[in-house]
């Protein structure tokens, strides 16, 4: 009896031994397919749907859903999403002239704001600005384009126009051109997305870093010469400097006239090194 017991004992033993051996290997490659199924980053989720979103190129209206999605996910993303800190080395920490003494003064005026490219083809372009304190890109357009904003962190002030249709030029100042003013405040990350249009929501806009700060943007379709696609810059004057005013049916708005500059020799911008998720096409 004892015998036949510790026979069955073995038999038990070697059966569980062979149906864990089985599982191991049996739930080993599903472990390593379940490894390989990780969440997209932010920016290739971004990606995706910029390429499904303007994708041809010559998209010729956006859907408002297709501007939700796109204002929804860009809602989401936080520095760390782009391989950037809050904070840099390179910055002044938001102290202003106050906080520096003459030399490293005049080392933050010289200051660059850099460009990082993440990516960029015919439809669209996806790029961060960072901006060192009180560093200006100057009054500029974006011609047929549709242009999403993100503050990643910092404070930015906004400054934007649309031009009055039909168009309205005089010659005082000449030629310039009447715009009305669209908007006019500081952006933080609790702004959330903002976005202009071809021919509204500030499409021609100016940008003054109240903090250090960092901007993301998607740009639709980017910037191309050979396509009348070329960035122009501008300086505004008063409405109330025309001795020849336009007839404005809406007085309470405000308004100014544009004039075409060349590019500002003060423009000091850099091209850095992005550091985040790459995109994979």
Known sequence: MSSKFEKAIDKARLFLHNHTSLLRVCCRPRQLH???????????????????????????????????????????????DVGLKEESPDDDRGLG?????????????????????????????????????????????????????????????????????PACFQEAKGPVRLAKLAVDEVLTPASGTSVLYPKSGGNLHSFTAVTPCAVLDILSPSYREDAGRKCTYYIDYPYSTSGNKAEIMDEKEEHAWLAEVDTPDDLYMRSGIYAGPAVQP
């Open 97 to 165: 002239i106050f906080g520096l003494n003459g030399l490293n003064r005049v080392a933050r005026w010289a200051q660059p704001i850099t460009y990082l490219d993440i990516y960029e083809c015919d439809g669209f372009t996806m790029c961060i600005l960072c901006f060192p304190t009180s560093s200006v890109i100057p009054l500029h357009d974006h011609p047929g384009m549709t242009v999403f904003s993100r503050v990643l962190y910092g404070s930015l002030h906004v400054k934007a126009y649309d031009w009055i249709e």
């Open 34 to 80: 379940m490894a390989k199924k990780t969440a997209p980053s932010k920016v290739q989720a971004l990606y995706e749907l910029c390429k499904k979103t303007f994708t041809p190129s010559a998209t010729p209206h956006l859907s408002s859903q297709a501007v939700h999605n796109i204002c929804s996910l860009l809602d989401t993303v936080s520095p760390s």
